[in-house]
């Protein structure tokens, strides 16, 4: 299963902001419009991955704090946030990131 991945074939998008949300990899230009189509993926309850600069701190706390607070499930959430947002050595390609949403069987959240 795809946990975590530095994608080396998009490293050579220094500087990029936004992110690519879904299996069609959609490109979002900005990071306050990545958050809010994140967000409206997660009213659905749909799983998906993002991949993000993994230089850009700021939108993977606010995507992972999104998670948590939607009840979203991203596997080794503590050691990306310690990885990605507080170890600033590890910040170099693309990460990509699976959100899983939690359903009970009672089909809720």
Same mark, same amino acid.
């Given at each position: &299963?795809?946990?975590?991945?530095?994608?080396?074939?998009? &490293?050579?998008?220094?500087?990029?902001?936004? %992110?690519?949300?879904?299996?069609? $990899?959609?490109? !979002?230009?900005?990071?306050?419009?990545?958050? *809010?189509?994140? *967000?409206? @993926? @997660?009213?659905? %309850?749909? /799983?998906?991955?993002?991949? !993000?600069? /993994?230089?850009?701190? $700021? #939108? #993977?706390?606010?995507?992972?704090?999104?998670?948590?607070?939607?009840?979203?499930?991203?596997?080794? &959430?503590?050691?990306? =946030? @310690? *990885?990605? #947002?507080?170890? /600033?050595?590890?910040?170099?390609? #693309?990460? =990509? !990131?699976?959100? =899983? %949403?939690?359903?009970?069987? =009672?089909? *809720?959240?």
């Amino acid at each position: &299963a795809l946990v975590v991945a530095t994608v080396a074939a998009l &490293a050579g998008r220094s500087g990029w902001s936004g %992110c690519q949300l879904g299996p069609s $990899h959609k490109d !979002v230009v900005r990071n306050d419009d990545c958050e *809010k189509d994140a *967000k409206q @993926m @997660m009213q659905y %309850c749909v /799983s998906f991955p993002v991949r !993000v600069d /993994s230089r850009n701190a $700021h #939108i #993977i706390g606010r995507l992972l704090k999104l998670a948590k607070d939607n009840g979203y499930q991203v596997p080794d &959430a503590d050691k990306l =946030e @310690m *990885k990605y #947002i507080t170890q /600033s050595a590890f910040r170099r390609g #693309i990460l =990509e !990131v699976q959100f =899983e %949403c939690n359903v009970d069987k =009672e089909g *809720k959240k």
